[in-house]
Nanobody
Framework: QVQLVESGGGSVQPGGSLRLSCAAS????????IGWFRQAPGKEREGVSC????????YYADSVKGRFTISRDNAKNTVYLQMNDLQLEDTAVYYC??????????????????????RGQGTQVTVSL
């Protein structure tokens, strides 16, 4: 059974850090592009970062560049999102998703593109004073 399990969310103060994990089962992550997306209350889902292991292409939303880093551990079949210097506006539910082949700018900017396969429940990140 294909599954993605997001974890690592929590509550932090501005400037804090969290590392999110996306653990896959039922398939091998290194054959797919992986994206992290987030959805804040009352807002549309947006792309945070995506990674294509096949060509090492990585994308980040402008709002997180320099603060967030996506990485993979193929041995653990897990993708991570290291989030540093968290800000109030980073508060959201974070989801991971996979798609075949590669991630590219156009599909990264379309979280609802049918090629993205979401299998997890998301993990809540709350940044508050």
């Amino acid at each position: 059974q294909v599954q993605l399990v997001e974890s690592g969310g929590g509550s932090v103060q501005p400037g804090g850090s969290l590392r999110l994990s996306c653990a896959a089962s039922g398939f091998t992550l290194d054959r797919y592009a992986i994206g992290w997306f987030r959805q804040a209350p009352g807002k549309e889902r947006e792309g945070v970062s995506c990674d294509s292991s096949s060509d090492s292409t990585t994308y980040y939303a402008d709002s997180v560049k320099g603060r967030f880093t996506i990485s993979r551990d193929n041995a653990k079949n897990t993708v991570y999102l290291q989030m540093n210097d968290l800000q109030l506006e980073d508060t959201a539910v974070y989801y991971c998703a996979f798609r075949p082949y590669v991630c590219y700018q156009k599909v990264f900017s379309r979280p609802n593109d049918p090629s993205w396969d979401y299998r997890g429940q998301g993990t809540q990140v709350t940044v508050s004073l």
